[in-house]
């Protein structure tokens, strides 16, 4: 097949060598990556082969080896490949370039003799050479008749060939005469131990690389070049063959990194406990949950880092694609149809209610029908950075080496155990005959005892749990549906033991495909739990914002002053660490870094003490069962105001940029004193005038400075002409009547230079990152406030029925959307999205002037 790609066989299994978790190419060099010349030292791969091996080397999972005869030194220097790739000389003996030194003087003597033996040899006959290995010495007999070339290997084969300790190696048109036992079929094991490969591509055209063919099984492919017999499968013809062969693997496995099949964003799902937060696939597929925590370390973490990081899969045999996806009517389980066959997945919330239950959890699979099944659970401990091994139990299979115990309950089931580079992978095909099959997925517990409940009764328990709270929500007309799995979704990412509310359940789903915006959600940012907790308790769901509250209070408490909270901290109130990257994940769809902790935890943001009492006084107003403990936490909210209001900030979009006077940011200043002084008044029937005197002067600070004449519209910061769409808070917050000129003209310059399509981008400036980012869900929703306040209803109707367009088939909505590429963009769910839709349909549905 030399000048030609690869046969159809070959590029089948190119297809699907570039789909496996961790792939290894190890090739030989001379004959295979670089053609075969008369002198070894003008031996140089072609540029076509050394594009291609430095694409695969750069790949993220994807490490490529060259096993070569030559010694390591010589090989190095010819090759010139990047770091990254494994380069092994001496047929696999020559790991270390100074493997010679290390060599015992007996080694060191026999290689000598061998030296001058095959030296004298060669100097007998022009055309025969020695080339000098570390371990070894070796005769060429290229360029010589065949009368010649006989007679010099007889006389090494009657000689130095004999001799006891020295290893023979016959290659093509070279004799190699060893002082020790090389082997590349072993150099090919441990190098696949060292990177933990789940499968391996071989090339290699010399009869030493047929020891490399004979180590290769399951999913592995070898590949001989040239003519000869082989134990590899498949064959090319030349070196020119494999460089297409190479390129064409690089594009597939370029491809398949970068998500060319990764499911939408909108298109998952989430299962909730109130504890974690499980993502799942269409096809039933958990890509995502992190123990015991939602911000914890992953344990399936396929979502932003392939195969290779986790999943728990179910489904049928044949692989055919679902039916279809839904929600158990108003609840967190999720059931999954195909032909025959359905799945329902949920955390169970069976037990005690969920403050009481942190650090265990259960994930329950139920699977239900007739047909041939496959099962393949593949746990990896801390986002796959620390090797996953597994035992077999009766009752099923133990995650051995965690630090809780973790242990799959499914009693019937017969698992294999198998090898997944370095981790373990359980896999079972099962014959469903009807009854149901239940896989119980224990967090926190080691037992393996049967449950009190069977397992569609803690199913149904679970279905309730969620559904009599949705049930006791007052659903606006416009978009009921929408609205009742945006509460799910909210509540979904309040985390029961603490009373926190998390941004997101997800950490680095890009804003940007292929760019570096990927940041950490899984924390509670005080503005935006705020926001979270008072669209729940607009719909008539207290509780979740009272907790809230008093999770603010222990962090008010813990700190030196009010004036000093941080934007956001973790579920239990602790300090959050700056941007750390998981380098071994290769992110969605190719956006790395993958990201845990977020540096905006030691940035200034003075506007999130608005929402906070904003959330007070909402409360209030519905006569919730505030104390005078919620009383301390507003003036501590305004004293924080008065100490601050005057400081430049990052404000809410935590611009890496020198700090600046956000007019948002003001704005919410003289929220929270707007919102102190009404809470005072109803809370304890007492006028506050210090407070009235700092808020009109805030107002009347962000009247002068926040509006920019050139550009006619309150902007993003004093002194800047920019447009930004959280300057729309000027008149949805009250700070402005929106009948003002001022706010209508605001309104009109962010749907003039941030509108597109349904959605609206935050601002359109450098803010100081690479690369661009998606439009931001939450920027259409404050837009579709803002038509309203302006009295633009049909507009506001218009832009609402767009945006809900954007939700995927179970309701669910992430952070951004790209309007050029139609794709959604970021973590999911945001809570952000979420609070738009729900404030949107309650005002649409009033006819009343939208608010803050």
Known sequence: MSGQGPSDEVAARLAELAAVPVLLVASDYDGTLAPIVCHPDQARPERETSVAIRALAALAHTHVAVISGRALNDLARLADFPGEVHLVGSHGTEFDPDLSGTLSERHVMRRKRLREDLARIAAQEHGLFIEEKPVSIALHYRGVPPEIAERALGEVERGPARRE??????????????????????????????????????????????????????????????DGDTMARYRVGDSSDVARLLARLAELRTAWLEGARAVAIEKHSILSDQRSVAVVTPDARITWLCLPRLDSP??????????????????????????????????????????????????????????????????????????????????????????????????????????????????????????????????????????????????????????????????????????????????????????????????????????????????????????????????????????????LVKLGSQSEALQFLDWVLRVVESCASPASLRPLYGLDGEFVAPDADIGELGGYRGSRPVRVGNSAAQQVQIDVFGPIVDLVYELLVREAPLSSRHWRLVQAMADAVETRWQDPDQGIWELRLPARHHVHSRTMCWVTLDRAVKVSRLLLERERPEWEALRDRIGADVLENGWSPRSLAFTTAYGFDDIDAAALAVGLSGLVDPSDSRFVRTVEAVERELLRGPVVYRYRFDDGLPGTEGAFLLCASWLVDAYLSIGRKADALALFHELTALAGPTGLLPEQYDPQRGVALGNLPQAYSHVGIIENAIRLSSGRPAAL
């Open 298 to 535: 992953a344990l399936f973490a396929e979502m932003v880092g392939g195969p290779a990081a986790g999943r728990f899969t179910i489904g049928p045999c044949d692989g055919r694609a679902p039916l279809g996806q839904k929600y158990v009517e108003n609840s967190m389980v999720l059931r999954t149809d195909w032909d025959g066959i359905a799945v329902h997945d949920f955390l169970d919330c069976s037990r005690e209610r969920p403050r009481q239950r942190a650090g265990r959890s259960d994930l329950i699979r139920i699977v239900e029908g007739c047909g041939r099944v496959r099962v393949e659970f593949a746990p990896r401990l801390d986002f796959g950075r620390s090797p996953t091994r597994l035992s077999h139990h009766p009752s099923g299979v133990v995650v051995e080496g965690a630090f809780d115990p973790i242990v799959l309950r499914a009693p019937s089931v017969a698992w294999e155990i198998e090898e997944e580079g370095r981790h373990q992978t359980a896999r079972a095909d099962i014959e469903l005959r009807g009854d149901p099959l239940v896989f119980d997925l224990r967090y926190g517990t080691a037992s393996m005892t049967n449950a009190r409940l069977l397992g569609r009764t803690r199913m149904d328990v679970t279905v309730e749990h969620w559904a009599r709270w949705t049930a006791g929500l007052e659903l606006p007309r416009v978009e009921p549906g929408l609205v009742a799995r945006s509460a799910l979704a909210l509540r979904a990412l309040c985390y029961g033991p603490s009373g926190a509310i998390a941004a997101a359940a997800t950490t680095s789903l890009p804003e940007h495909l292929g760019g570096v915006r990927n940041w950490d959600y899984r924390y509670c940012w005080l503005r935006d739990g705020a926001l979270a907790a008072a669209a």
């Open 165 to 226: 300790g020295i290893f023979v190696r016959h290659g093509k048109k070279v004799i190699e005469l060893s002082v020790m036992r090389t082997s590349k079929g072993r150099a090919l094991e441990t190098i696949r131990r060292r990177v933990g490969a789940t499968a391996a591509l071989v090339l290699g055209d010399d009869l030493t690389d047929e020891e490399a063919f004979a180590t290769l099984s399951g999913a592995d492919v070898g590949i001989k070049v040239g």
